[in-house]
């Protein structure tokens, strides 16, 4: 198969993409029998005969240069495979890690070649937001406050638009309850069995990118989707689907990898012969939509996605245009692909209107990413001093001030626009070998599900089965037969840009930074990067279920900590990086070192990342390239 795309111009877009959008109405890539508009990008961005990757208007300011991820000659291993067949100077994707069986399926060269499409396409421009994403990160670091755009707010004002939602979007009309996990043949087979009304198949926080993770997923979601997958661990135990029908079983709501990660065993070579590792997003969105879209819809489901980490409109609208690529390259119907956000970071919390807008044809709602926006938070403001400084993470709960007005906002923008809003994750997990660490998840559980379901939210996220029948109870006595509360406006919610950015709420009302929450930072922290170095990214820790999310609010806080000379409130000492390093030895040597620790390098990470004067914006990026890449777990 040759996938193409129509490039030519089709006029203006009336959009501009750096005052933000200016203008109400249907773009020309939405008007039918149209196609994507392409514009001419600040030669600085890329090489000039690279292919164009969003419609930019001729008068927008340049964006700041991205830092090429490789600049070096394309040199392709031996026993790669090209993705492109057709001679035309095109860009190639290339296989350079090692093949597994029935890697084959997953990384035939038509899969490959479309993801070459979308690389040609969009890596220019997934560069560009990287690049803009820094600039605004340090204008708030250094005093400028994130707020709603006033160069967008004729899109907020304009009361008549609306997104796709769940119409015409089968499985996605009830979504009470969804079950969260990575998606290994086991947690697939668990997931689809469990009773819940969605999947989140998760490719991002709950998965460790090694190489056997990224297709052996993709492999489990392909057969499951067919009605076919089994599986048998090494006691001999057997696990198969219930049903070998799709519709019978939760609806897979995919997530792929963020914009920020790289996949380091697909090379990208672009017409130029400029050679990087491919974009993650890229990757799993691209094998899951090509290998799976129209079997899906053939079976009475359709391509569903999470889309995370997402930071304002802009990269909203790059994801929209991902889906007109793909969707117009395998010949299936715009508006069939349907995303939910999630909004998980500060600034996106500004622009939930704006995202909405940008994705509504194929937009089905919005999700209160709870732990990554408390990470947000303080990777926003690590250096603006101490009324900025959360108290523990234990003692942050959802009815702090600033998190209620982030949530109940979200709801309120969900239902004016016609959009699901889905519920964050409660981390406690029950122990079934433990009646009273299971009596107290389940308490937590249900008066957090008790609370989503009165504010309005149309939906919520378990990480364990058992948890299911809980807050589907909670959901039931708000919904009753009603598949959801879209219909329910929130007229008396009123947040404003004090009320989000009031974080000196959570220690007005009491909480506090300690000792053992200094503490639990480091050993959380430690202990979950070393299972993701092992191939482990959704952890149970101390009865709860930790994700990658985790490591970052902890290992965050304690450099935050460190930057504000944070006195612990229960012995009244300051934490120090002194102070750290000996709790950081502590934690280790008390720790097993079972076959195949990886704790050694969990703390030269953690070092990394929180001991140090710069602050990585993510910790996965250099956990990934330094320490996770070729690793015995990243073998297949």
Request: hydrophobic residues 40%.
């Amino acid at each position: 198969m040759t996938a193409t795309i129509d490039t030519r111009p089709q006029g203006a877009n009336p959009f501009d993409p750096d005052a933000g959008l200016a203008g109400i109405g249907t773009p020309p890539a939405a008007r039918a029998g149209a196609m994507p508009t392409s514009a001419a990008r600040p030669a600085s961005a890329r090489p000039a005969s690279a292919h164009p990757a969003s419609a930019h208007p001729a008068s927008a300011r340049p964006a700041s240069t991205p830092t090429h991820r490789s600049s070096a000659p394309s040199s392709l291993p031996n026993g790669g495979v090209g993705a492109s067949r057709t001679g035309s100077r095109r860009g190639v994707i290339t296989v350079t890690g090692s093949v597994g069986p029935r890697y084959a399926e997953i990384l035939s060269a038509d899969a490959l070649q479309f993801l070459a499409l979308l690389h040609d396409r969009f890596d220019a421009a997934r560069d560009e937001l990287i690049a803009q994403r820094q600039l605004r990160r340090q204008d708030i670091a250094d005093g400028s406050d994130p707020d709603f755009r006033a160069s967008t707010r004729p899109v907020r004002d304009d009361p008549h638009w609306r997104v796709a939602g769940s119409r015409n979007a089968p499985g996605l009309e009830d979504r009470r309850v969804e079950i969260t996990g990575p998606t290994d043949p086991k947690m697939t087979i668990n997931a689809l069995n469990s009773g819940a009304r969605c999947w989140l198949a998760d490719a991002e926080d709950a998965s460790s990118p090694t190489w056997p993770n990224v297709v052996e997923g993709q492999l489990a979601l392909h057969d499951a989707i067919r009605g076919s997958l089994s599986f048998t661990n090494e006691a001999g135990k057997e696990y198969t689907l219930r049903s070998a029908d799709i519709v019978d079983l939760p609806t897979i709501v995919f997530r792929p990898r963020g914009w920020h990660l790289d996949e380091a065993h697909l090379r990208y070579t672009d017409a130029n012969g400029i050679t990087s590792g491919a974009l993650g997003s890229l990757v799993d969105f691209g094998l899951y939509f090509f290998h799976n879209a129209a079997e899906l819809i053939a079976r009475g489901r359709g391509p569903y996605f999470y889309l995370p980490k997402l930071e304002g409109y802009k990269e909203a609208r790059l994801w929209n245009e991902v889906f007109e690529v793909a969707q117009d390259a395998l010949g299936i119907p715009r508006g069939t692909i349907r995303a939910t956000v999630l909004i998980e970071t500060l600034p996106a919390a500004f622009e939930m209107e704006e995202i909405l807008y940008e994705l509504r044809d194929h937009c089905a709602g919005l999700n209160a990413g709870r732990w990554d926006y408390l990470f947000s938070i303080i990777k926003c403001f690590r250096t603006r001093g101490d009324s900025y400084v959360l108290p523990d993470r234990a003692q942050v709960t959802m009815t702090a001030p600033f998190m209620r007005a982030y949530t109940e906002l979200l709801v309120a923008t969900c239902h004016k626009r016609g959009a699901h809003a889905i519920g964050g994750m409660s981390a406690f997990i029950p122990d079934r070998r433990n009646p009273e660490v299971t009596r107290q998840a389940f308490q937590q559980v249900a008066a957090d599900k008790k609370r989503e379901a009165g504010d309005g939210f149309d939906g919520t996220w378990v990480a364990h089965p058992d948890l299911i029948p809980v807050a589907e109870a909670e959901f039931d006595a708000v919904l009753g037969d009603a598949p959801n509360q879209v219909s329910r406006q929130r007229p008396d919610v009123v947040v404003g840009q004090h009320e989000l950015l009031d974080i000196a709420s959570a220690r007005r009302a009491g909480a506090t930074v300690t000792s053992a929450g200094l503490r639990s930072n480091v050993s959380v922290a430690v202990r979950y990067i070393d299972a993701w170095l092992r191939g482990t990214g959704a952890a149970a820790l101390d009865n709860l279920m930790e994700d990658a999310a985790t490591a970052e609010i902890s290992r965050s806080q304690v450099w935050q900590w460190i930057a504000s000379g944070t006195v612990t409130h229960d012995d009244r000492l300051p934490i120090t990086r002194e102070r750290v390093e000996r709790i950081l030895l502590d934690v280790v040597a008390a720790l097993p070192q079972e076959p195949g620790s990886r704790l050694d390098d969990a703390a030269a990470i953690f070092r990394q990342v929180a001991l140090q004067d710069d602050f990585p914006a993510f910790l996965t990026n250099p956990a990934y390239q330094g320490h996770l890449v070729d690793s015995p777990a990243d073998q297949v």
